[in-house]
């Protein structure tokens, strides 16, 4: 041990300096292993204690060394979820799904009707219409859609009301084509180039055959038939109608 007065090493059982002659019970010097022990046990004691950060209230809590800020479970994904202002993934992807499902809904629907249109348009556009009508009304004994078939000029002679009277009481004499009528049938041979009429509207000479059964017999006849076209329909379809004057070359 050392003398606290002059720093002379003295035996570890003396009492008194050798030196100065100084007590050396109560005030000594440590070894030098002494104080490297005490000094890395102080130094031990300071790491163990918490150290504490300024606190400023714009960052919020202070954040002690050390020490990590506790994460958000992930793996809970049904307590993540239902969080509030947390986006629904799965909802979103349902509402795009069911938009996709209703617009191509819409497409198919919006194709069928084109092609449903485009095809009443093109069989109610062809000359030949309207003598496919006339033989249908006849059959039917429609006889408002045999009138609507035919082009009367621009002064009809029987307005639609009268022409049906006088259909309706004349119909006995009309019997016999009615009953052959039932199975004529008629197809297109030739189809002209269009002209105009003395009203100024576009015509076409059609040449048709037609094909009359009944009572096991059958008989073909050709006739040439005027169809007028007479205005349109929807404003883009057109209308044709037969001649007034060709009537009589289908009942004959």
């Known amino acids: 041990m050392y003398c606290t007065n002059c720093g002379v090493k003295n035996s570890d059982g003396a009492r008194f300096c050798r030196s100065c002659g100084r007590p050396m019970e109560s005030e000594t010097i440590p070894l030098a292993d002494e104080m490297k022990e005490a000094a890395r046990e102080e130094s031990w004691n300071r790491a163990g204690q918490p150290v504490t950060q300024p606190f400023n209230p714009e960052y919020g809590d202070p954040v002690q060394p050390g020490v990590q800020p506790p994460h958000p479970e992930y793996g809970n994904s049904a307590q993540y979820g239902a969080q509030p202002g947390m986006?629904?993934?799965?909802?979103?992807?349902?509402?795009?799904?069911?938009?996709?499902?209703?617009?191509?809904?819409?497409?198919?629907?919006?194709?069928?009707?084109?092609?449903?249109?485009?095809?009443?348009?093109?069989?109610?556009?062809?000359?030949?219409?309207?003598?496919?009508?006339?033989?249908?009304?006849?059959?039917?004994?429609?006889?408002?859609?045999?009138?609507?078939?035919?082009?009367?000029?621009?002064?009809?002679?029987?307005?639609?009301?009268?022409?049906?009277?006088?259909?309706?009481?004349?119909?006995?004499?009309?019997?016999?084509?009615?009953?052959m009528l039932g199975n004529i049938k008629v197809s297109k041979v030739a189809e002209g180039t269009p002209y105009r009429n003395s009203d100024g509207l576009i015509c076409k000479d059609l040449t048709v055959n037609m094909s009359v059964s009944a009572l096991g017999m059958s008989q073909n006849q050709e006739a040439t038939i005027t169809v007028v076209k007479s205005g349109r329909k929807f404003l883009l379809i057109p209308v044709w109608k037969i001649s007034a004057e060709d009537v009589g070359s289908i009942l004959d």
């Open 87 to 179: 986006p629904s993934y799965q909802g979103n992807d349902r509402k795009k799904g069911k938009k996709g499902l209703v617009i191509a809904v819409a497409l198919i629907l919006a194709v069928a009707a084109a092609s449903a249109f485009g095809f009443i348009a093109y069989k109610e556009s062809r000359p030949m219409a309207p003598v496919e009508q006339l033989v249908g009304a006849l059959k039917k004994n429609d006889w408002g859609a045999l009138y609507d078939s035919v082009y009367w000029g621009t002064v009809p002679e029987y307005d639609r009301k009268t022409f049906i009277s006088e259909a309706r009481e004349n119909m006995g004499q009309l019997v016999s084509y009615i009953s």
